[in-house]
């Protein structure tokens, strides 16, 4: 497995931006993909935004065309740029990294950075 350390978060007003980042122990390049979850108060974690290792990305619907999620397999990081923040955007945001492995299923999160986004 892979260790995942998240960074970025932060009080923003509405409008504002972030950009989060995942900085993990190894490399990523093999990595089969990668993806930022947020879970709020009293709901379930979600997927934000997904890239695979041949680079496709994924979005969840309420963030397309506001958040970008890129990765850098020179620094081994992945990266969430969050732009026009939402009250509704307000979340503790998770990396986390799955990898496949002789047909066994490998899941690896960080420990979370908070994203508060005020009215």
């Known amino acids: 497995q892979v260790q995942l350390v998240e960074s970025g978060g932060g009080l923003v007003q509405a409008g504002g931006s972030l950009r989060l980042s995942c900085a993990a122990s190894?490399?990523?390049?093999?990595?089969?993909?990668m993806g930022w979850y947020r879970q709020a108060p009293g709901k379930q974690r979600e997927l934000v935004a997904g890239?695979?290792?041949?680079?496709?990305?994924n979005y969840e619907e309420s963030v397309k065309g506001r958040f970008t999620i890129s990765r850098d397999t020179g620094k081994n990081t992945v990266y969430l740029q969050m732009n026009n923040l939402k009250p509704e955007d307000t979340a503790v945001y998770y990396c986390?990294?799955?990898?496949?492995?002789?047909?066994?299923?490998?899941?690896?999160w960080g420990q979370g950075t908070q994203v508060t986004v005020s009215s």
């Open positions: 890239i695979t290792s041949g680079g496709s990305r």
């Open positions: 986390k990294a799955e990898e496949w492995k002789y047909g066994i299923r490998y899941n690896s």
């Open positions: 190894r490399s990523i390049f093999s990595i089969n993909d």
